[in-house]
């Protein structure tokens, strides 16, 4: 479970028993492997890699694996909680903005006006 | 500056006209008054008959004693009168007076009411967000809450294993850092903090070594689980870190991602969130800091 399955990387542990964060480019690899995944997500139709993953992982083998070996496990699950967090955020957004648009209407076709 | 143009130029002329109405009225004035000392002389009813004393008084105004009274006053108001009471060079000193006033209480309203928001956030007696803490800094010396104080200190809540927000928000955190520092010239007297929510990851090596890919003036502070559970509960910073993890586990921490903008009393001030860019941030800061300069209090420049 760690950073890179493969594991070939420098060791994780820090001298004086800390643990070593993923630097700078081990991040952009890791974005990079989530970007790759979420676009394939995309093209399936899938919000949820969590709840679907048996699907995912027929549809979107390659990229899961690539995501997984470039992200650590604890990423991997904030990834895809964060992708349904934010689906369901801007769901909502466009909601209340419909909402308000047709409130808008309605009290326009009342005679009312914006000032 | 056109809009407050506008009602400047509508007060002048108001005040002007006013100013001119006593001026076309004060001849008639003038003449009551000289009427008003020929009848004390004559009775104490004389009130009673001012008409007929009227046609005295317009036939006495013709006396040469009247003509010698009023003659130097007419002249004086009539040449006034020609002119105005308001030269342009006086309009201009008024309009730019006038100018000057409105910028002053402008500036000085904004200044005061973010002395106000400061001001609040001190509270009475403790202050609500920041307190006394002991940490221990990269090379395992103590720091405290002491070692903040006589500058504005930037503190930042996060952790090294941070998959998205911390690294975006340190990266800001830079950006601010070296527009502080140039705006201030640098006066060295802005202390970015960064203080780990994940102790027993975060030891000072690896936060080293993290910090360094943001910035070399960030300041890493990390500290014993209960030390570190103390300064957030401090900062009000949400703590949700394990206590015991196993050697190898794999975990995230939720904690508030704000940034602590605290005076040189260590006091806190404001917060700087998600929705600032490198850009406002720094101006809130530089804002600040200058007001503090300005009310004359000590700042820590080494």
């Given at each position: 479970m760690g950073w890179f399955s493969s594991s070939s990387e420098a060791p994780k542990t820090a001298s004086d028993g800390g643990r070593i964060a993923p630097d700078r480019s081990s991040r952009a690899r890791c974005y990079e492997g989530r970007d790759m995944f979420f676009s394939c997500l995309d093209r399936n139709d899938i919000l949820d890699a969590i709840k679907e993953d048996k699907e995912v992982r027929r549809k979107c083998g390659k990229e899961i694996a690539e995501f997984e070996t470039a992200c650590s496990a604890a990423w991997v699950k904030y990834f895809k909680e964060k992708r349904v967090m934010e689906f369901n955020r801007d769901q909502t957004i466009e909601r209340i903005k419909k909402e308000d648009a047709a409130k808008v209407q309605d009290l326009k076709a009342q005679g009312w006006t914006a000032r | 500056m056109a809009s407050t143009m506008r009602p400047m130029g509508r007060m002048l002329t108001r005040a002007s006209r006013s100013a001119l109405l006593p001026i076309e009225h004060s001849a008639p004035r003038a003449a009551q008054t000289a009427l008003s000392s020929v009848n004390k002389t004559s009775s104490p009813f004389s009130h009673l008959r001012t008409a007929n004393n009227g046609l005295l008084a317009s036939h006495r105004a013709f006396s040469t004693s009247q003509l010698r009274l009023r003659a130097p006053t007419m002249g004086q108001l009539k040449s006034r009168h020609s002119t105005g009471p308001f030269s342009w060079k006086s309009a201009l000193l008024f309009v730019l007076t006038g100018g000057g006033m409105i910028i002053y209480f402008r500036v000085e309203k904004e200044r005061l009411e973010r002395k106000r928001i400061a001001e609040m956030s001190?509270?009475?007696?403790?202050?609500?967000v920041g307190g006394p803490f002991t940490l221990k800094d990269l090379d395992g010396k103590e720091f405290t809450?002491?070692?903040?104080?006589g500058k504005y200190s930037f503190v930042y809540f996060g952790f090294?294993?941070?998959?998205?927000i911390c690294p975006d928000e340190l990266d800001k955190m830079a950006e601010i850092i070296d527009n502080v520092k140039e705006a201030t010239k640098g006066d060295n007297v802005f202390l970015p903090v960064f203080i780990t929510c994940d102790p027993v990851r975060d030891t000072p090596e690896v936060l080293r070594e993290y910090l360094k890919e943001f910035h070399p003036d960030i300041i890493g502070l990390t500290g014993t689980y209960e030390a570190v559970r103390n300064v957030c509960k401090q900062y009000r910073v949400y703590f949700s870190t394990p206590r015991d993890v196993k050697p190898g586990e794999d975990y995230l921490v939720d904690h508030s991602i704000y940034f602590y903008l605290m005076d040189p009393d260590n006091d806190f001030v404001e917060c700087i969130g998600r929705q600032d860019t490198p850009e406002s941030a720094t101006r809130t800061i530089m804002e600040h800091i200058n007001d503090w300069k300005r009310e004359g209090k000590p700042l820590r420049k080494d």
């Open positions: - | 001190k509270g009475v007696g403790k202050p609500k809450a002491e070692d903040l104080k090294t294993h941070c998959p998205d």
